[in-house]
Nanobody, 124 residues
Framework: QVQLVESGGGLVQAGGSLRLSCTVS?????MAWFRQAPGKEREFVGTISWGGGSPYYADSVKGRFTISRDNAKNTVYLQMNSLKPEDTAVYYC????????????????????WGQGTQVTVSS
């Protein structure tokens, strides 16, 4: 049974930073972060595999957000810098037990396991 537990959300001023954590129990191949703003669809933020390789990011966060992993702690991190009010959303981590095609990593249905979500609010 795979379970994901997120932490680290909160309120921050524009230009500030936050780091989210997602600890996973159970075996998974790769992890991803998504976010959902009020009234909008859930959107892909980035993904990383446990076995190596570089993270892959959505264009909207590239250069500001960094995904990293600590295999010993079964934890994935989302470091968010230069935050903007439009980054305000509930952030979710997700996991898959198979290797997704790069063309598919942004699809919600590629991920069978989801965290509970954590609120990030960026004030202007």
């Amino acid at each position: 049974q795979v379970q994901l537990v997120e932490s680290g959300g909160g309120l921050v001023q524009a230009g500030g930073s936050l780091r989210l954590s997602c600890t996973v129990s159970g075996r998974t191949f790769s992890m991803a972060w998504f976010r959902q703003a009020p009234g909008k669809e859930r959107e892909f933020v980035g993904t990383i595999s446990w076995g190596g390789g570089s993270p892959y990011y959505a264009d909207s966060v590239k250069g500001r957000f960094t995904i990293s992993r600590d295999n010993a702690k079964n934890t994935v991190y989302l470091q968010m810098n230069s935050l903007k009010p439009e980054d305000t959303a509930v952030y979710y981590c997700a996991a898959t037990q198979r290797r997704p095609l790069l063309s598919q990593v942004q699809r919600l249905d590629e991920y069978g396991y989801w965290g509970q979500g954590t609120q990030v609010t960026v004030s202007s």
